[in-house]
Nanobody, 115 residues
Framework: QVQLVESGGGLVQSGGSLKLSCAAS????????MGWYRQTPGKQRERVAY???????NYEEFIEGRFTISRDLAKNTVYLQMNNLKPEDTAVYFC?????????WGQGTQVVVSA
């Protein structure tokens, strides 16, 4: 069974940057659209960005050009470069397929952006 493990979160000041990583135990990225999602307490999980099997990317409007999703097929890893972070970006970030599968939700990685 494929497992997805997120890392790279942390505490950063407003305007700062973080790069998240999502490592897979199998070659899921070659056969699936992969996305980054985030969730804050009391809110539904929302998708942030995704990357298709042929490398095309898509971002939610609220990202406003601040994030970049990418992948390294050789390393079975998907990344999310986050720049110009805002306090409202504070959340637990997850990766999963698009559409998401209950089989692949991991622990996520916490991002906290201070004002």
């Amino acid at each position: 069974q494929v497992q997805l493990v997120e890392s790279g979160g942390g505490l950063v000041q407003s305007g700062g940057s973080l790069k998240l990583s999502c490592a897979a135990s199998g070659s899921i990225f070659r056969r699936s659209v992969m996305g980054w999602y985030r969730q804050t307490p009391g809110k539904q999980r929302e998708r942030v960005a995704y990357i298709t099997k042929d490398g095309r990317t898509n971002y939610e409007e609220f990202i406003e050009g601040r994030f970049t999703i990418s992948r390294d097929l050789a390393k079975n890893t998907v990344y999310l470069q986050m720049n110009n972070l805002k306090p409202e970006d504070t959340a637990v970030y997850f990766c999963n397929t698009v559409p998401s599968s209950s089989n692949y939700w991991g622990q996520g990685t916490q991002v906290v952006v201070s004002a």
